[in-house]
């Protein structure tokens, strides 16, 4: 069975960077997969970041694209996120997730990290 | 693409049936679209791909229809547990993903 778990600081300065890892057990991170982070504000509804294959090829976002860069570590099994110049509308929980290839749904998913943004 | 789900809440019984629609503001391959479950405080459960086809053990009560631009999302009869926000959600290669804004199934 494929876990994923995020790890990162729950809270971030505005104007600050909010970096977040997900560690994958119990599958590869260099299957066909894509490997995903999704956002959720609180008591609001789901909004995906960005993703990225074990080769490094990364989709972004449109309207976070110039914040974001997700990268991966395959001999962690791990991947990252990055989200530069926080305010306060980033605070949301981050779930990171893995993407069925040919299917591109969210399969497998970690428990979330709420991260907060404020002073 | 903007996926619009109605209604936004949907009050009903154990036993009842529920659907649930989900309309994408452009066509949207059936490869492409699944549903979620949320209960409070818990991740995202899968429940369908590819509009139709249930996860793995997921109970034969849920089922999915549609084709683009109109999908659905059907309980044949309601179990206390179904009572959860559910989303759905699309993929294309641009915008990537998006997911619907969710409808609340709450029990009457």
């Known amino acids: 069975q494929v876990q994923l778990q995020e790890s990162g600081p729950g809270l971030v300065k505005p104007s600050g960077t909010l970096s977040l890892t997900c560690t994958v057990s119990?599958?590869?991170?260099?299957?066909?997969?894509?490997w995903s982070w999704v956002r959720q504000p609180p008591g609001k509804g789901l909004e995906w970041i960005g993703e990225?294959?074990?080769?490094?090829?990364?989709n972004y976002r449109s309207s976070l694209r110039s914040r974001v860069t997700i990268s991966v570590d395959k001999s962690k099994s791990q991947f990252s996120l990055k989200l530069t110049s926080v305010t306060a509308a980033d605070t949301a929980i981050y779930y990171c997730?893995?993407?069925?290839?040919?299917?591109?749904?969210?399969?497998?998913w970690g428990q979330g990290t709420l991260v907060t943004v404020s002073s | 693409i903007v996926l619009a789900q109605s209604p936004d809440t949907l009050s009903l019984s154990p036993g009842e049936r529920a659907t649930l629609s989900c309309r994408a503001s452009?066509?949207?391959?059936?490869?492409?679209l699944a549903w979620y479950q949320q209960k409070p405080g818990q991740t995202p459960r899968l429940l369908i791909y590819?509009?139709?086809s249930r996860a793995t053990g997921i109970p034969d009560r849920f089922s999915g229809s549609g084709s683009g631009p109109d999908f659905t999302l059907t309980i044949s009869r309601l179990e206390p547990e179904d009572f959860a926000v559910y989303y759905c959600?699309?993929?294309?290669?641009?915008?990537?993903?998006?997911f619907g804004q969710g409808t609340r199934l709450e029990m009457k």
């Open positions: 997730a893995r993407v069925r290839g040919q299917w591109r749904f969210f399969e497998y």
């Open positions: 119990g599958g590869s991170i260099s299957s066909s997969n894509w």
């Open positions: 990225i294959y074990h080769s490094g090829s990364t």
């Open positions: 452009q066509s949207v391959s059936s490869t492409y």
């Open positions: 590819g509009a139709s």
């Open positions: 959600q699309q993929f294309s290669n641009s915008p990537g993903y998006t």
